[in-house]
Nanobody, 124 residues
């Protein structure tokens, strides 16, 4: 099991940018596929982006393609989500998740390790 802590959320205007971070500890970070999910009030949790163990492969929800970039730095045990051109519909709590030896799934049930979340609010 790995412990995950998100940071970097906040309030931004539409069109602005934020970079979220997910710091991991407790196990070998480099053996986990990582992902970002988000959940707005009253809505289902949805997939945002995922990255493979080696970072050779990345995956994005259609709603964020071209605007968000997922990355990882295994030496720092940290995953990032660079969010540009933010929209009010991006407002949600953003969670990082880890899947040991995973490929980088878009399905939340394939992840056993979750952070507490960080709030992102985009005003119009």
């Amino acid at each position: 099991q790995v412990q995950l802590v998100e940071s970097g959320g906040g309030l931004v205007q539409a069109g602005g940018s934020l970079r979220l971070s997910c710091a991991a500890s407790g196990r070998i970070f480099s053996r986990y596929a990582m992902a970002w999910f988000r959940q707005a009030p009253g809505k289902e949790r949805e997939f945002v982006a995922a990255i493979s163990v080696s970072a050779a492969n990345t995956y994005y929800a259609d709603s964020v393609k071209g605007r968000f970039t997922i990355s990882r730095d295994n030496a720092k045990n940290t995953m990032y989500l660079q969010m540009n051109s933010l929209k009010p519909d991006d407002t949600a709590i953003y969670y990082c998740a880890a899947d040991l030896y995973g490929r980088g799934s878009s399905q939340d049930y394939e992840y056993d390790n979750w952070g507490q979340g960080t709030q992102v609010t985009v005003s119009s």
